[in-house]
């Protein structure tokens, strides 16, 4: 047996392990889609319409008092000078706040059984752009991109963690062993939402 021959056993027993960690819902397909993108895209970026409508999903949802989307709007109105219509250059620094946010990822309880705990969970990198804020008369719109990032690889920490489940030992030895060394990839994800709001 060669070793693609070897490797493509695995991939296959891998996209059918995954399927017990993506049970329903329309990400459900995702984790096959990723596990084949690791498989044939060389490190290559991985971008889905589908974690964009997940990630817009989780942002807008998101009703906690940490959530990053909540804070903006907060920031926002509480420094909107409604005498002027503007709001001050001065009080920019305010979005400095958005340390204390919980940023996007998912790991709520259904994101275990419908796919995006195992193909984002929590996420590497996020960049959040105030594309726009219009402010007229006693109402606000405000135009807010998010540019999330996950990795799609295993390290030592999380193998540890996982390694009585041969899903994650398929992951790690395609990945890691040298005879093989499959390239984990980054997960691209965007989204726009608008926040609305009145003086």
Same mark, same amino acid.
């Given at each position: 047996?060669?070793?693609?021959?070897?490797?493509?056993?695995?991939?296959?027993?891998?996209?059918?392990?995954?399927?017990?960690?993506?049970?329903?819902?329309?990400?459900?397909?995702?984790?096959?889609?990723?596990?084949?993108?690791?498989? =044939?895209?060389?490190?290559?970026?991985? &971008?889905?319409?589908?974690?964009?409508?997940?990630?817009?999903?989780?942002?807008?949802?998101?009703?906690?008092? *940490?959530?990053?989307?909540? *804070?903006?709007?907060?920031?926002?109105?509480?420094?909107?000078?409604?005498?002027?219509?503007?709001?001050?250059? =001065?009080?920019?620094?305010?979005?400095?706040?958005?340390?204390?946010?919980?940023?996007? *990822?998912?790991?709520?309880?259904?994101?275990?059984? =419908?796919?995006?705990?195992?193909?984002?969970?929590?996420?590497?990198?996020?960049?959040?752009?105030?594309?726009?804020?219009?402010?007229?008369?006693?109402?606000? &719109?405000?135009?807010?991109?998010? =540019?999330?990032?996950?990795?799609?690889?295993?390290?030592?920490?999380?193998?540890?963690?996982? &390694?009585?489940?041969?899903?994650?030992?398929?992951?790690?030895?395609?990945?890691?062993?040298?005879?093989?060394?499959? *390239?984990?990839?980054?997960?691209?994800?965007?989204?726009?939402?608008?926040?609305?709001?009145?003086?």
């Amino acid at each position: 047996m060669t070793r693609q021959e070897c490797a493509r056993i695995l991939f296959d027993e891998f996209r059918s392990l995954s399927q017990s960690f993506s049970i329903y819902g329309p990400y459900k397909h995702l984790i096959e889609k990723m596990i084949t993108h690791m498989q =044939n895209g060389n490190g290559a970026p991985f &971008r889905s319409m589908s974690l964009d409508s997940a990630l817009k999903e989780q942002v807008l949802g998101d009703k906690s008092n *940490k959530s990053s989307l909540l *804070k903006i709007k907060e920031i926002i109105e509480r420094g909107i000078d409604w005498d002027k219509n503007i709001f001050p250059e =001065n009080l920019m620094p305010s979005f400095g706040d958005m340390q204390k946010t919980i940023l996007p *990822k998912f790991d709520r309880s259904q994101d275990r059984f =419908n796919g995006l705990g195992i193909t984002v969970h929590d996420t590497y990198a996020t960049h959040i752009t105030i594309e726009s804020l219009h402010i007229e008369k006693d109402s606000y &719109r405000a135009i807010v991109h998010y =540019n999330v990032q996950d990795h799609f690889g295993l390290d030592n920490q999380d193998i540890m963690k996982y &390694r009585n489940l041969r899903f994650f030992r398929l992951w790690f030895v395609l990945q890691r062993y040298n005879q093989f060394g499959y *390239k984990p990839f980054m997960t691209d994800m965007k989204a726009t939402v608008e926040i609305k709001g009145r003086k």
